[in-house]
């Protein structure tokens, strides 16, 4: 990555010191977390002694980051499972078969990340009904579904948590992205939505906006020396963020500590929104 003045630029992946203790025990479903910032929220949470479901339209690779995960933590004394299995979010009935997982598996869930995402790029006019259709299915259809199965848990349980994956494109306009860009509007406004009706329920639901993070996602970026400096000129802190990060953000959201929390979409995103 290019050297700034101010700032080498560089990720920062060291650990997230923060601990949570009141979640150790506790169980979450994880949907998209086959890969990248998914599998990075299972990996931690399994590490602070949370039980995982993770899903993923790829089942082969969902179930090889499990295994990789248990085997990585099989000497840490406290921590939690993680188990895989393959979910198509823009089927309902796939939601309701995590939701049975984890309860099959653990015997509770608490928590329910909705994270599956897909990130189209294409000329505003050129967008066609078969990209657009999938963008809303995967981004936003997965949304709901995932909420309304959690909440239907939730509700009989006494509560829970809900965390949406929104982003800073909610926020912002660029070119090329206008599908994508707009989905992610949409889980902002959705999360508002969700948090008003379920609160009642004593369901927080929140949402979180990544900006530049390193991920598969923004790896063009990065081995584009041109694009990464046009990039990093958007972000105050001059550098593309860590999926740590990201989840240091979760694991608050999900935490005691952010119990009067609900409605709010909390960027990760080094101030980008701003400029």
Same mark, same amino acid.
């Given at each position: 990555?290019?050297?700034?003045?101010?700032?080498?630029?560089?990720?920062?992946?060291?650990?997230?010191?923060?601990?949570?203790?009141?979640?150790?025990?506790?169980?979450?479903?994880?949907?998209?977390?086959?890969?990248?910032?998914?599998?990075?929220?299972?990996?931690?949470?399994?590490?602070?002694?949370?039980?995982?479901?993770?899903?993923?339209?790829?089942?082969?690779?969902?179930?090889?980051?499990?295994?990789?995960?248990?085997?990585?933590?099989? +000497?840490?004394?406290? &921590?939690?499972?993680?188990?895989?299995? $393959?979910?198509? !979010?823009? %089927?309902?009935? #796939?939601?309701? @078969?995590?939701?049975?997982?984890?309860?099959?598996?653990?015997?509770?869930?608490?928590?329910?990340?909705?994270?599956?995402?897909?990130?189209?790029?294409?000329?505003?006019?050129?967008?066609?009904?078969?990209?657009?259709?999938?963008?809303?299915?995967?981004?936003?259809?997965?949304?709901?579904?995932? +909420?309304?199965?959690? &909440?239907?848990?939730?509700?009989?349980? $006494?509560?829970? !948590?809900? %965390?949406?994956? #929104?982003?800073? @494109?909610?926020?912002?306009?660029?070119?090329?992205?206008?599908?994508?860009?707009?989905?992610?509007?949409?889980?902002?406004?959705?999360?508002?939505?969700?948090?008003?009706?379920?609160?009642?329920?004593?369901?927080?639901?929140?949402?979180?906006?990544?900006?530049?993070?390193?991920?598969?996602?923004?790896?063009?970026?990065?081995?584009?020396?041109?694009?990464?400096?046009?990039?990093?000129?958007? %972000?105050?802190?001059?550098?593309?963020?860590?999926?740590?990060?990201?989840?240091?953000?979760?694991?608050?959201?999900?935490?005691?500590?952010?119990?009067?929390?609900?409605?709010?979409?909390?960027?990760?995103?080094?101030?980008?929104?701003?400029?």
């Amino acid at each position: 990555m290019t050297d700034h003045p101010s700032n080498p630029g560089r990720v920062d992946s060291s650990p997230v010191a923060a601990l949570y203790p009141e979640l150790a025990g506790r169980t979450v479903v994880v949907t998209g977390a086959g890969r990248g910032m998914g599998a990075r929220f299972v990996e931690e949470l399994a590490r602070r002694g949370v039980n995982a479901v993770g899903g993923d339209l790829d089942g082969e690779a969902m179930a090889a980051v499990a295994e990789k995960i248990n085997a990585n933590l099989s +000497g840490a004394a406290d &921590a939690g499972r993680v188990v895989g299995m $393959g979910a198509d !979010v823009t %089927v309902p009935s #796939a939601h309701d @078969a995590l939701a049975d997982r984890a309860l099959a598996e653990f015997d509770r869930l608490d928590m329910w990340v909705n994270n599956a995402g897909v990130f189209p790029q294409a000329e505003f006019t050129d967008i066609s009904p078969e990209q657009l259709a999938s963008t809303y299915d995967v981004n936003v259809n997965g949304v709901v579904y995932g +909420g309304q199965t959690a &909440a239907r848990h939730f509700r009989t349980v $006494g509560g829970g !948590v809900i %965390v949406n994956m #929104a982003s800073v @494109a909610a926020v912002r306009a660029r070119v090329t992205r206008a599908a994508y860009n707009s989905s992610k509007a949409a889980v902002k406004h959705l999360t508002t939505c969700m948090a008003v009706e379920l609160g009642p329920d004593n369901i927080r639901v929140n949402s979180i906006a990544p900006g530049f993070i390193d991920t598969e996602m923004t790896r063009w970026v990065q081995e584009d020396p041109v694009a990464l400096d046009r990039a990093l000129s958007t %972000v105050p802190l001059r550098r593309l963020g860590a999926s740590v990060e990201v989840f240091a953000a979760l694991n608050f959201l999900l935490s005691d500590s952010a119990r009067y929390i609900t409605g709010t979409n909390l960027p990760v995103d080094g101030g980008s929104q701003h400029v």
